[in-house]
């Protein structure tokens, strides 16, 4: 047992110290390829937890800005009332990542029983760490520049 606790805590240690590499320096551009499996990874956990109703693991995937302007409870009605489609999703997949002024977007199409709906997410790096901003509806062929 004390083995299985020890690898878990040297995984989340390396793990933790390659987001703080690949975020080290974020040039304009698009993301290099560890940086887009971060974000996708990231926005990933936050749709899961959106589906499972699991709305505090969901808030926490926000960037600290976010949740200081953004409390726990005006997030759920956001997420209920705007992004339902979030909640009841059939699956999504990952377009373009790419990196301009310090933030990064990435489209992702998200489907749903209407059909495939594109959402970009804006997110921010604090210390390393990625936090997301907002995610926005957008056109498939229509890129966001932040």
Same mark, same amino acid.
């Given at each position: 047992?004390?083995?299985?606790?020890?690898?878990?805590?040297?995984?989340?240690?390396?793990?933790?110290?390659?987001?703080?590499?690949?975020?080290?320096?974020?040039?304009?551009?698009?993301?290099?390829?560890?940086?887009?499996?971060?974000?996708?990874?990231?926005?990933?956990?936050?749709?899961?937890?959106?589906?499972?109703?699991?709305?505090?693991?969901?808030?926490?995937?926000?960037?600290?800005?976010?949740?200081?302007?953004?409390?726990?409870?005006?997030?759920?009605?956001?997420?209920?009332?705007?992004?339902? &489609?979030?909640? #009841?999703?059939? $699956?999504?997949?990952?377009?373009?990542? @790419?990196? /301009?002024?310090?933030? !990064?977007?990435?489209?992702?199409?998200?489907?749903?029983?209407?059909?495939?709906?594109?959402?970009?997410?804006?997110?921010? &790096?604090?210390? #390393?760490?990625? $936090?997301?901003?907002?995610?926005?509806? @957008?056109? /498939?062929?229509?890129? !966001?520049?932040?």
């Amino acid at each position: 047992m004390r083995r299985v606790i020890t690898l878990c805590a040297i995984v989340l240690m390396l793990s933790g110290c390659s987001q703080n590499a690949a975020f080290e320096n974020l040039a304009n551009g698009s993301c290099t390829v560890e940086q887009a499996q971060l974000v996708r990874e990231h926005i990933s956990g936050q749709i899961e937890a959106i589906a499972k109703n699991d709305w505090e693991s969901a808030y926490s995937f926000a960037s600290p800005a976010f949740r200081s302007s953004v409390e726990l409870g005006e997030f759920v009605t956001i997420i209920e009332e705007q992004y339902e &489609v979030l909640i #009841s999703n059939q $699956g999504y997949r990952f377009n373009l990542c @790419s990196i /301009a002024k310090n933030q !990064i977007t990435q489209g992702v199409e998200i489907t749903s029983e209407s059909g495939v709906i594109n959402l970009t997410y804006l997110l921010s &790096v604090k210390e #390393s760490t990625l $936090g997301i901003e907002a995610a926005v509806f @957008s056109n /498939a062929d229509t890129p !966001i520049v932040v």
